[in-house]
T-cell receptor, first 112, second 115 residues
Framework: SQQGEEDPQALSIQEGENATMNCSYK?????LQWYRQNSGRGLVHLIL?????REKHSGRLRVTLDTSKKSSSLLITASRAADTASYFC????????????FGTGTKLQVIP | DTGVSQDPRHKITKRGQNVTFRCDPI?????LYWYRQTLGQGPEFLTY????????KSRLLSDRFSAERPKGSFSTLEIQRTEQGDSAMYLC????FGTGEYEQYFGPGTRLTVT
């Protein structure tokens, strides 16, 4: 079963715009990770945020985590056509034992 | 090391046949995971190993599925008596547990089509 639900399911934006996608989950987590999947490079890890962190940055990516609302958001700034992909949140429910459960994904299309 | 590799990349089989997939993880990784992904969904956990020990098996994994990692290096996933519902992408990932690194590195997947 899927733990996380991403929202929106699909998103289409123009190159240069920002993209925001959200993930909601159901139970307490140790950490939350975001992955990207496209046909060219498969599934790739983007960023991890631990349950005691509220915000994290990596390049053009910004992740926030609200454990009281059981939700996270991924912001991609200044999007590029190469950002076109599906984005999944993955939650570690196993107390840090690295067994993650993936969400349903947001399909992002960046139009050049 | 060139990353996680999977073989074959595509497999077409007839219902009722057995199939076996292989995964070669990143050599220094002690954890190996198998997932199944269907169109429009996220990867679903099937099973994982730490070294040669199989630590957990999902309830999704019926008795027709078996996975091994005999020497703690490569792993195989076998599906016996395949059914059309087994058609999916089977993904393998590896990670280094106990080092503080949480990232899982994924292979390109094996796409199974059961006709």
């Amino acid at each position: 079963s899927q733990q996380g639900e991403e929202d929106p399911q699909a998103l289409s934006i123009q190159e240069g715009e920002n993209a925001t996608m959200n993930c909601s989950y159901k139970t307490s987590i140790n950490n939350l990770q975001w992955y990207r999947q496209n046909s060219g490079r498969g599934l790739v890890h983007l960023i991890l945020i631990r349950s005691n962190e509220r915000e994290k940055h990596s390049g053009r990516l910004r992740v926030t985590l609200d454990t009281s609302k059981k939700s996270s958001s991924l912001l991609i700034t200044a999007s590029r056509a190469a950002d076109t992909a599906s984005y999944f949140c993955a939650t570690d429910l196993s107390g840090g034992y690295q067994k993650v459960t993936f969400g349903t994904g947001t399909k992002l299309q960046v139009i050049p | 090391d060139t990353g996680v590799s999977q073989d074959p990349r595509h497999k077409i089989t007839k219902r009722g046949q057995n199939v076996t997939f292989r995964c070669d993880p990143i050599s220094e990784h002690n954890r190996l995971y198998w997932y199944r992904q269907t169109l429009g969904q996220g990867p679903e956990f099937l099973t994982y190993f730490q070294n040669e020990a199989q630590l957990e098996k999902s309830r999704l994994l019926s008795d027709r599925f078996s996975a091994e990692r005999p020497k703690g290096s490569f792993s195989t996933l076998e599906i016996q008596r395949t059914e059309q519902g087994d058609s999916a992408m089977y993904l393998c990932a590896s990670s280094s547990f106990g080092t503080g690194e949480y990232e899982q590195y994924f292979g390109p997947g094996t796409r199974l089509t059961v006709t």
